[in-house]
């Protein structure tokens, strides 16, 4: 039941993956230990027109990148969900800390979390 008043929350998580293979890959192995749909791949519009993963679970938009911004750990995951909240507002929880753990279990990939600014 929804009502005007009722505040709407999302969440979100940004994790860094060391992996050796290519994205293609990381994917297919995220989709089948996590048991996530296949993921699609999009370029992006801009200049270098870098590849992305994407899929939808649960409620959640999981992009997967690759990005040499990062030493060993090559590939970004963010995982996010909001309904009608903006991404970077006061209402949105960082799971990062829970799912790096869950991710590490589940995949046995070297993970950390995100550096922030």
Known sequence: ?????????????????KFNG?????AKKLSEDLHLPEFY???????PHTITAMCESLGFET??????????YIFEFC????????PDNEHMNDI??????????????EVKLEERK
């Open 1 to 17: 039941m929804k009502s005007e008043n009722m505040l709407l929350i999302g969440a979100r998580a940004e994790i860094l993956i």
């Open 22 to 26: 290519d994205l293609e890959s990381l």
């Open 41 to 47: 791949f999009k370029s992006g519009m801009d200049s």
């Open 63 to 72: 992009w997967l990148n690759s990005s040499d911004k990062i030493g060993e």
């Open 79 to 86: 995982s996010m969900m909001c309904e009608n909240v903006e």
């Open 96 to 109: 990062s800390e829970w799912f790096v753990r869950i991710l590490a279990l589940s995949t046995k990939l």
